[in-house]
T-cell receptor, first 119, second 112 residues
Framework: GAGVSQSPSNKVTEKGKDVELRCDPI?????LYWYRQSLGQGLEFLIY????????KSGLPSDRFSAERTGGSVSTLTIQRTQQEDSAVYLC?????????????????FGNGTRLTVT | GESVGLHLPTLSVQEGDNSIINCAYS??????FIWYKQESGKGPQFIID?????DKRQGQRVTVLLNKTVKHLSLQIAATQPGDSAVYFC???????????FGKGTHLIIQP
């Protein structure tokens, strides 16, 4: 597709359940990021993938959060035993270059996010 | 500007007026800055960027100004239109291979 695609767009789940969020980055983009956006807040970095290198997981808030990226393309963010404080919009972004390498007019491209509500 | 807590700063302007959205950044080593626009229910959309070796860059109806002395970034939108209503985020990149750090955003409201 032309842009970053995320699914589902909305997810309502009960506290304690596991959820999987999917991201299809722009074709050819080697860098993939997951961010979390709580209501009225900025973007909180979660995890970064670059090619086949080990991901930077430094932003994951707890060990209930994990992510993988298969074949250097599609990524899945998994939240186990969801809590109400996990409710947020989860945004995926991709870019051509490695982290810290941005060409003019070609920085991160974001998907429309998955709105997660934990009841 | 940047917000504290759950309430975003809000800027209300009349349609047709110019808008100026401000952002203070924290890292004096930051070498690249971006403005994003986020409409309700959508992901952030790139508007304009600037490197630290410049102090001004212009796009279509938008201008970004960078003042490294006081670590201040601003976005100017000319002749504001209803479609400009959104939350605007600034982002800075630290030196080297650092990732982007995002501000909390400013909500721009266009009055008819």
């Amino acid at each position: 597709g032309a842009g970053v695609s995320q699914s589902p767009s909305n997810k309502v789940t009960e506290k304690g359940k596991d959820v999987e969020l999917r991201c299809d980055p722009i074709s050819g983009h080697t860098a993939l990021y997951w961010y979390r956006q709580s209501l009225g807040q900025g973007l909180e970095f979660l995890i970064y993938f670059q090619g086949n290198s080990a991901p930077d997981k430094s932003g994951l808030p707890s060990d209930r959060f994990s992510a993988e990226r298969t074949g250097g393309s599609v990524s899945t963010l998994t939240i186990q035993r969801t809590q109400q404080e996990d409710s947020a919009v989860y945004l995926c972004a991709s870019s051509l270059g490695a982290r810290g390498v941005f060409s003019y007019n070609s920085p991160l491209h974001f998907g429309n996010g998955t709105r997660l509500t934990v009841t | 500007g940047e917000s504290v807590g759950l309430h975003l700063p809000t800027l209300s302007v009349q349609e047709g007026d110019n808008s100026i959205i401000n952002c203070a950044y924290s890292n004096s080593a930051s070498d690249y800055f971006i403005w994003y626009k986020q409409e309700s229910g959508k992901g952030p959309q790139f508007i304009i960027d600037i490197r630290s070796n410049m102090d001004k860059r212009q796009g279509q109806r938008v201008t970004v100004l960078l003042n490294k002395t006081v670590k201040h970034l601003s976005l100017q939108i000319a002749a504001t239109q209803p479609g400009d209503s959104a939350v605007y985020f600034c982002a800075e990149k630290g030196g080297g291979a650092d990732g982007l750090t995002f501000g909390k955003g400013t909500h721009l409201i266009i009055q008819p």
